[in-house]
């Protein structure tokens, strides 16, 4: 089994609808991260959370909101979902070392917006 | 993100060595990595260099790290097919990790 669990792995929906991106994970991490993949744009960061009571924006968080149920969970939202905001996601989780920031990727959500 | 930049694509003949180049802003950044991303998959570390060495060589793999011009760069030996994937470079900044563009590694016969 995965260590990082993301689902669903694709998903098409319709311009305006919400939409929960799901995240858990079995290494233990207190650190949890969204980010987005385009072509050419490399990964940018959504959201994170250090923490259960923990959240952070991150460089693009407009049009997003997360939540951490727990330690192993976070989920991702799009409230009114629109067309640019089709990209492959992805969840990832690191551990507390203060200068070691090697990160666990999910293997992704690809979302269409239509 | 714009604090770190890597070419986008390379092209490599199969058994030739492949050497995929960076640049880095956050001086400060104690470790700098290298993921794979293989088709439909998600990132793996590949491989990573504490900022305090110059080289690090790992099998096939070897990284150079030029701190005084915060340049990186990753030297695949015996490039194999294998090898195709995108390779992205990435520098810790407030534990949090910020990604090149990523390099499209292409591998032909």
């Known amino acids: 089994d995965a260590d990082v669990t993301q689902t669903p792995r694709n998903r098409i929906t319709k311009t305006g609808k919400r939409i929960m991106l799901e995240c858990s994970q079995t290494?233990?991490?207190?650190?949890m991260y969204w980010y987005r993949q385009d072509p050419g744009l490399g990964l940018r960061l959504i959201y994170y959370?250090?923490?259960?009571?923990?959240?952070n924006k991150g460089e693009i968080s407009d049009g997003y909101s997360v939540s951490r149920q727990a330690q192993a969970k976070f989920s991702l939202s799009l409230e009114s979902a629109i067309p640019n905001q089709t990209a492959l996601y992805f969840c990832?989780?690191?551990?507390?070392?203060?200068?070691?920031?090697?990160?666990?990727f999910g293997q992704g959500t690809r979302l269409t917006v239509v | 993100g714009e604090d770190v930049e890597q070419s986008l694509f390379l092209s490599v003949r199969e058994g030739d060595s492949s050497v995929i180049n960076c640049t880095y802003t956050?001086?400060?950044?104690?470790?700098l990595y290298w993921y794979k991303q293989e088709p439909g998959a998600g990132l793996q570390l590949l491989t990573y260099?504490?900022?305090?060495?110059d080289m690090k060589q790992d099998q096939r793999l070897t990284v150079l790290l030029n701190k005084k011009d915060k340049h990186l760069s990753l030297r695949i030996a015996d490039t194999q097919t294998g090898d195709s994937a995108i390779y992205f470079c990435?520098?810790?900044?407030?534990?949090?990790?910020?990604f090149g563009a990523g390099t499209t590694v292409t591998v032909r016969a």
């Open positions: 956050d001086s400060s950044s104690t470790y």
């Open positions: 260099i504490f900022s305090n060495m």
């Open positions: 290494k233990g991490h207190d650190r």
């Open positions: 959370s250090f923490d259960v009571k923990d959240i």
């Open positions: 990832a989780t690191s551990d507390n070392s203060p200068t070691n920031t090697e990160a666990f």
């Open positions: 990435a520098e810790s900044n407030d534990y949090k990790l910020s």
